[in-house]
């Protein structure tokens, strides 16, 4: 049996016996045989309940935000019920304030599976948190150096990049994809790097098209030659397991609203980059990470809402920590939890994925892009971008959300993807996303639809 400990005090991960992996993975691969029954869960989302024109609506927009379970809406009320202060008072409510911080930031290292809680940098979004590091980072850069950003990236990965290495004289080169099924060119990536590059920035899985890269690998790549990665997991996060130190990353940056919480961005970086980086902070800030990099007063109520999230998602394996451990921590057993339940989302989601896939590609002038070989849906997420002849992507939104289902239409942020496929000027593509909340019926719902605008 597993037994895990964390030291009491924010630190690294203590273990005082080996882990049984074999059993530990039998039980989780078991678990996540089980049948997935969403209904209970879509019970817990109050914004589920909606209806438009007298239908219920059909929230296929997660890729842009998914929506919060009762858990997160009660967690973030009760903060502002309660009355919370700032940190650093010698008074009662200050200390709520810490707590709820410190549980936060506990809540994502068991999440990512950081090695300490110092680690966790919190933000107000990706895209801030990016840019804030990329002009720390780019102080260490000098005129000749190299960055390598991705086309398969949302621009919350790229610009930031591209303004740092234009103050710098940094020369950038770009990870191209390709068009045919919009996998990444990773085979170029030692062509790219040399004694030069300072960093690799590159998505978890595509925001636009789905494609989950072999990050894992990027990252080997990019230390053998010397560079920093920055991961953007931001569209990976409601879908599969962040296991930051199997990656090796460097920096990992998510926005907990993709995955059922407040609008907060979370980022994990290596405590000795976090250590020996400058931040652009006031004088009064701590000198140490993570609050160096944290600017400004945070937002406690949705800190309590990142951390009621990740409980939430959790709570779906629960019953794993049941049959695999005993006497180990409440951050053992919540990452243990987490393994099973994004096991058990991860099926569930290829399984709605391929029944998408069957029905929408027999549509007539219905194109999808990215990965559709229905043996690979292992490596994209359940998020499917696609065209309809004789429609423009707004007109299909439109028609959609006529009918209560709602889905994205133009370049969702991922312009170097849309300008790739050489749609940006016709308006972009129609993307379609699902999550743990989306049912079967959903989904035959909206290939009905399209069926019958294509008709």
């Given at each position: ?77 009760e903060v502002m019920r309660v009355g919370y202060s700032n940190l ?163 920096f990992l940056v998510s926005s907990s609203y993709k995955y059922f ?66 006497n180990t921590s409440e951050g053992a057993k919540r990452r243990v ?119």
């Amino acid at each position: 049996m597993t037994t895990i400990h964390y030291s009491r005090e924010p630190g690294e991960l203590k273990t005082t016996r080996t882990c049984d992996k074999r059993s530990l993975n039998s039980i989780i691969r078991r678990m996540s045989r089980e049948k997935f029954d969403p209904t209970s869960l879509r019970e817990q989302f109050p914004a589920l309940q909606r209806n438009v024109n007298g239908r219920p609506a059909v929230y296929l927009d997660g890729p842009g935000g998914t929506q919060a379970p009762q858990a997160v809406i009660d967690a973030m009320s009760e903060v502002m019920r309660v009355g919370y202060s700032n940190l650093g008072g010698a008074f009662a409510s200050s200390g709520q304030s810490e707590a709820v911080e410190l549980a936060a930031r506990q809540a994502m290292k068991d999440f990512y599976n950081a090695r300490r809680v110092e680690e966790i940098v919190v933000g107000q979004n990706m895209t801030s948190l990016t840019f804030a590091f990329s002009r720390a980072l780019a102080r260490t850069w000098q005129a000749g150096d190299e960055i390598i950003v991705t086309r398969l990236d949302h621009d919350g990965n790229i610009s930031p990049w591209l303004l740092a290495s234009k103050d710098r004289g940094v020369t950038v080169r770009w990870l191209d994809f390709r068009p045919e099924d919009c996998t990444l060119h990773l085979e170029q990536l030692p062509d790219l790097l040399n004694k030069r590059t300072r960093l690799l920035a590159i998505t978890h899985a595509s925001n636009a098209v789905g494609t989950i890269p072999d990050v894992q690998r990027a990252v080997r790549l990019a230390h053998e030659a010397g560079a920093l990665v920055y991961v953007d997991a931001v569209h990976f996060a409601p879908h599969n397991m962040i296991d930051v130190q199997a990656l090796d990353c460097d920096f990992l940056v998510s926005s907990s609203y993709k995955y059922f919480g407040p609008h907060t961005g979370i980022l994990y970086g290596m405590y000795e980059h976090l250590q020996r980086l400058d931040a652009y902070k006031v004088r009064p800030a701590p000198d140490d990470p993570p609050g160096k990099w944290e600017t400004g007063t945070q937002s406690f109520e949705s800190l309590a809402g990142v951390r009621a999230a990740v409980d939430y998602l959790a709570a779906i394996g629960a019953k794993t920590t049941e049959a695999v451990t005993t006497n180990t921590s409440e951050g053992a057993k919540r990452r243990v939890r987490l393994e099973t339940a994004f096991a058990r989302i991860k099926s569930y989601e290829m399984g709605l994925s391929h029944r998408f896939l069957e029905g929408a590609t027999t549509i007539r002038g219905l194109r999808v892009y990215g990965i559709t070989a229905l043996d690979c849906l292992h490596q994209r997420a359940p998020t499917f971008a696609l065209s309809l002849e004789g429609y423009s992507p707004l007109e299909v939104a439109q028609r959609l959300g006529e009918q209560g289902i709602f889905v994205w239409d133009g370049h969702y942020y991922a312009l170097a993807v849309i300008e790739r496929l050489g749609l940006l000027e016709k308006g972009g593509l129609v993307r379609i996303g699902f999550v743990h909340y989306n049912t079967e019926e959903e989904v035959d719902g909206v290939v009905e639809a399209l069926r019958e605008l294509a008709s």
